[in-house]
């Protein structure tokens, strides 16, 4: 069954598309991984899904329901956790939730019952009564994912739910998100732009400049790339190029200083590997299994810069703290 | 749509009892307008028409102060954007008008109680009030709080940050107040100023409410009133309808 049906959708900005007739489903119960690099268009996607932003082509339905003109329909059947913080730090914890509460029209002895357990679940339940500005950015993220999961929605939206946040906190909410798919069912649609994470989602699609160029299961996903990743650096990487691609079927590539290739059964390749460039000087080796990075690195020819992400997510997080 | 504009209103209502020390500041600022240009112009007035300056100037401090509150009140919405709650409300399964209208509420409510504590001073001022009276001022004070407020979402809808918040003050709100006929009366001003103390809706709700308080008035109550009603009706329908196609 799928919950999530999105056809031939755009959304231009300035005659630029910010993302770009993309289609695709999300089943029912699944993790579903939206991977790419900053201004791919995940957020936009979010933003259409979520009825924030209006596509300027195409269609998308959430549980049946058309995010352009079932709204209320949609918002009721979703829930949102936005990349930036968006609690009213004014209010304590418990009047956060309560509040979501009263505009999702929860009967109020349901809402304090499930306020108290969603706290609890979150580890919150004894800083109910602290206003929300003083909470760490890992517990805002914790009591965002708890009031987003307060109507029992049937998809929970996740946009960057780990960004900023130190591993051990990344590690807590990956725990929750596990627990939230596996025991309760629900359809939990998540973008990042971390590897790790994408790995363990059901299914992930790769989106860049706005189009998805890959969807599948993280598995099969990497099955692409056949074997084991070998990064090898020798004294000319020309010469080396030439030699392997003239001994095996294989079409090294040079980026940088180093020479990738894939190969099933690394550990026993580079032997063979070795012998056959016994007249060059080889200066390092590395033989891994693929991650999702080299998927991208694969299909795009570039790498996720984690290193720039990086940077934009402290300044996101410095601004945060203001 | 009336639990939506309840929980919109109790939220603003929460914050406004918490924040004690911004409660303090904005009566104080009303206060000390009385207390300091109150007394120096009117030791050089005199007095105006029956009524010593003091007493002419105290519905316009009243006013005064609802313009400030709402407006800030109204530009809040500033901030929800800023810290992101404002998207917690746009992703709700409820209307936009119900936001922009909970909001105009909670401000007119908050800015009528910070009235009601300067109109606790008004016997000092050898103003006397009877029931009736602040009856009919209360109300008053809701509508043209609730009026202003309409105005202050209409400049809040299209902001995304407060690089225009100064602008706001010294070109919007100031000369809101200064010519509404708050601090002088308007019966003998030149023509070109006249014309604007009467595009300026402020000057009909000061006018109203120095009717209310004192028993003087310029235009007339009704007149004042209708006035204000038209400003009213279509301040909430440009905010609401701004507002519902903002992002």
């Not at chain 1, 650096?233 to 010469?239: F, I, L, V």
């Not at chain 2, 509150?69 to 008008?97: C, H, N, Y």
């Not at chain 2, 009601?116 to 001073?121: H, Q």
Request: hydrophobic letters at 45%; proline letters at 4%.
């Amino acid at each position: 069954m799928n919950i999530i049906e999105i056809n031939n959708l755009t959304r231009k900005f300035d005659n630029k598309n910010a993302v770009d007739d993309i289609s695709f489903e999300v089943k029912e119960g699944e993790i579903f991984g939206f991977l790419g690099p900053n201004g791919a268009g995940k957020t936009t996607t979010i933003s259409i899904l979520c009825t924030l932003l209006q596509p300027t082509s195409g269609l998308a339905t959430i549980s049946g329901h058309n995010v352009i003109n079932d709204r209320d329909q949609v918002r009721s059947s979703i829930g949102i956790v936005f990349q930036d913080p968006s609690l009213d730090g004014d209010l304590t914890a418990e009047e956060n939730l309560r509040f979501h509460g009263m505009v999702y029209n929860i009967p109020k002895e349901i809402r304090e019952e499930r306020i108290e357990y969603l706290l609890k679940m979150v580890d919150l339940y004894d800083k109910k009564d602290e206003l929300t500005k003083n909470y760490s950015g890992g517990m805002k993220r914790r009591l965002e994912i708890a009031r987003g999961l307060l109507h029992y929605p049937k998809v929970l939206f996740l946009d960057e739910p780990t960004i900023g946040l130190d591993p051990q906190t990344r590690n807590r909410i990956w725990e929750y998100i596990i627990d939230l798919q596996e025991k309760k069912g629900i359809t939990i649609f998540l973008t990042t732009h971390y590897m790790e994470e994408a790995e363990n989602c059901s299914r992930i699609a790769i989106i860049d400049h706005g189009k998805i160029i890959a969807l599948d299961t993280p598995d099969n996903l990497k099955k692409d790339l056949k074997g084991d990743l070998i990064t090898l650096k020798t004294s000319d990487n020309s010469a080396a190029k030439e030699l392997i691609q003239s001994c095996f079927t294989i079409r090294p590539e040079i980026k940088g200083d180093s020479l990738y290739l894939y190969a099933e059964n690394g550990e026993n390749f580079v032997p063979k590997l070795f012998r056959a460039l016994r007249n060059l000087e080889i200066t390092s080796v590395n033989v891994r299994k693929p991650t999702l990075n080299d998927v991208f690195l694969k299909l795009t020819g570039r790498e996720i810069r984690e290193e720039t992400l990086d940077a934009v997510g402290r300044m996101r997080e410095s601004s945060r703290g203001r | 749509m009336l639990k939506a504009v309840y929980t919109i209103w109790l939220r603003e209502i929460k914050k406004f009892i918490r924040d004690r020390s911004r409660l303090v500041s904005s009566v104080a600022q009303p206060l000390i307008w009385l207390l300091l240009i109150g007394t120096g112009f009117g030791a050089t007035f005199g007095n105006v028409g029956d009524l010593k300056y003091i007493q002419f100037m105290f519905p316009g401090i009243l006013v005064m102060t609802l313009l400030f509150s709402s407006m800030f009140s109204a530009i809040s919405i500033i901030w929800d954007r800023q810290f992101g709650f404002l998207k917690e409300m746009l992703v709700a399964p409820i209307s936009r008008t119900s936001i922009a209208i909970g909001k105009s509420i909670g401000g007119a409510s908050k800015s009528t109680l910070q009235a009601l504590i300067i109109l606790v001073f008004s016997p000092l001022l050898g103003i006397e009030l009877g029931i009736s009276r602040i009856l009919i001022v209360i109300p008053l004070m809701f509508f043209i709080s609730f009026t202003i407020s309409g105005i202050g979402i209409i400049i809040a809808a299209r902001m995304e940050s407060f690089e225009g918040f100064n602008l706001i003050i010294n070109f919007i709100i100031m000369p809101m107040f200064l010519l509404s006929g708050a601090i002088f009366p308007i019966s003998n001003l030149p023509s070109w100023l006249s014309a604007i103390v009467n595009i300026n809706p402020l000057s009909y709700g000061v006018d109203i409410m120095r009717w209310a308080i004192t028993g003087v008035t310029e235009r007339g109550p009704i007149y004042n009133l209708i006035i204000l009603g038209l400003v009213c009706i279509i301040t909430t329908t440009i905010s609401v309808y701004l507002f519902s196609k903002g992002k």
